[in-house]
């Protein structure tokens, strides 16, 4: 939700309650406390962005963070007197001395009075996209200057302000991160030089099968770069995707937003939290989408709804259980061929195949359950989520072109996958002193499993080839295709049993220096059955995977950091789709990422962050750049890389986030498929982009992005080349009063023309042409 946005005539003062709980985690001063408050007005309206800051008195340390779209916020903190800051645009700022203690559960309410000379108040969004703390490094509440890893946060407003719908849009913000097209069927990244359509969670907990995700029901993106095992599990070799849900909070909040533009975009969202009583609070979200694309012939069209309780029957204890239903269903579309080292010359719209028998299907059901218990110093958390995945899709697939430029070749399949996944989490996290040295103690078993069915049949031509020739500048083709099992098409079930056990330990030896150091030991159980021949195959993988950092703070706004990490992926890669007789000798693929950096506070409201790294990648795959299909062994791969970022506000009117990251990410051993010093398909030495927004006016606001990357090859035999590109957005913001709001974006301002990403050689994505969305937001 973006922050609110009101006008209100007032003849006295204008009352906001801001209501402060204080949660004690461990018993005596020495240990942490949560603080936690929700800020409202007079009316029990939420209000979302207001500025929290509170000053450790005689140490100067200073934690600043933003009410979320529910007004709510909280900071973890050591027990000991602070001086509390609450501030909101057209309110006078609120001030006090508070003292946190392990045993004072109280509730503060503060009343804010108009700003002085302040006849009509308008709450704008503040460009806020500065966030402080997340779990999602280490699993307890830690600020992010404090986790010795790179960690990108796209919260809620930036995800409203660039009226971003998807995974692959987000990341094109986020510097050194590559949306791959993923057969234009599915999500799939590349971070550091590591391809995975399977590195994507939801709230800490494994989403892996291959769909296009929705973020109409998220409060937030979390980008993870570099392996981080011991918190996640196998893979996110490069790093991962993590989306946190909205849940059900206890201030009353409406939303909803329709949205239109180029190409017959069309989408309404809805998000509606109630507050049932003082135990109990319910929310439900809602999507639908109706839209084309520049692309000859595609259409995508979404539905899901996202219902979710929570359950407060004391200030220790929380249940929430949530629900998502979620179909997409989309014209499948393999982008264009190359011809000549480069993408085909042909207007970015051409269609290749027959789009009447091209489509992708996808019908998600997630269920969740979490518990979450205060017990004294201890916190006991237990997470479940089951889903219930059927997927499939059917495409058309074109091939290389003819030398001469007059024919394609054009093959076709489809392939369908029925996936089932159970997994429970349990954390416990202590907080304790030794002497003067401070712990907070992580440990935490993960049980999974998930069964996965597969099924794929490929395409007769008048029911006799398996390919056929079309033109060049006029691919589409209604030739009658059959579709048939050939003699290595997938048919076939398995079974993966996961347990895994971890322990953390986060020191703070003094003000100055604090070490993360952790292990994480997974079991990995594959039963795999070849249902055309009756095989039965099985692996069983052990590993240990370690977590070394250190974090050095001359100053409370300024970490330097140190890190070490080990990531595993079992032999039958990310999706486990098939095991054969060679695979199941193969040893896991391991990651090993060694990485400094400094995070900066520059001051309260804005983060500037620094990463320098290298990620070794041993017994690598590869997808084989002549056939999309096939995995390939290349032996080890290396990624050098650098990372800048800001997010932030660098003045009250002045909002910004961005990068810039070099990498170089290359084949460092040879094998019979990939020479020693080939580049890693889609990974471009130079990325940048920046996005700004500035407040004119107390209701009018405007935003300008820059996307640019150099070249990069489409595959790992560098044969094609994407060219570089750069690429400008654009942005305008109207608040009518407190309950509308209208915005327009502009995509590629200046109608430049690019190639986005490719799955081969021979299948590339061209960029969007300038498009137009209109979004029009009402909160009641």
Partial sequence: MCLKHWSKRVSGPVVATFLLSVMALADGDASKVLLKGSVTDQDQASIAGARIQVVRVGRGEGFTTVSNAQGEFFISLDAGEYDLTISADGFAAFTKRIVLNAIDNSLLAVKLGVAVNTATVIIVSSGEYMTDLTSSGTKTQTPIRDIPQSISIVGRQQLNDQLLTNIGDTIRYQPGITAHQGENNRDQVII??????????????????????????????EVVRGPNALIFGRGGGGGLINRVTKEAGFSPSREFWIQGGSFGDLRATGDINQQINDKFAFRLNGVAERSGSYRDFVKINRLGFAPTVTFAPDQTTRFTISYEYFRDRRTADRGITSLQGKPAEVPISTYYGNPNDSHVNADVNLISGLFEKLIGNLIIRNRTLYGDYDRFYQNYVPGAASAAGTLVTLTTYNNATRRKNLFNQTDLIYNLETGSIKHTLLGGIELGQQRTNNFRNTGFFNNISTSIQVGFHDPVTHVPVTFRQNATDANNHLKL???????????????YVQLVGGLRFDYFDLNYFNDRNGDELRRIDQV?????????????????????????LPSSGDQFSSLTNVTQQVKPEQFQNYEVGFKWDIKPSISFTSALYRLDRTNTRSIDPNDATRIIQSGSQRTNGFEVGINGNLTHKWALTGGYAYQDAFISSTTASALEGKQVGQVPHHSFSVWNKYQFLRNLSAGLGIISRSEMFAAVDNTVVLPGYTRADAAVYYSFNEHWRLQANVENLFNANYYLNADSNTNITPGSPRSLRIGLTARF
């Fill in 544 to 568: 240990a995977s370690p977590r070394l950092g250190i974090v050095v703070k001359p100053i409370a706004a300024l970490s330097v950091y140190g890190s070490y990490t080990v990531s595993y």
């Fill in 192 to 221: 550091r030089g590591q391809s995975s359509s399977a590195d994507f969670f939801v709230n800490g907990v494994r989403d892996d099968v291959q769909y296009y995700r929705d973020l109409y029901n998220l409060e937030r993106v």
């Fill in 497 to 511: 049993n996961v347990a895994a056990a971890y322990v953390q330990d986060q020191v703070e030896l003094n003000r």
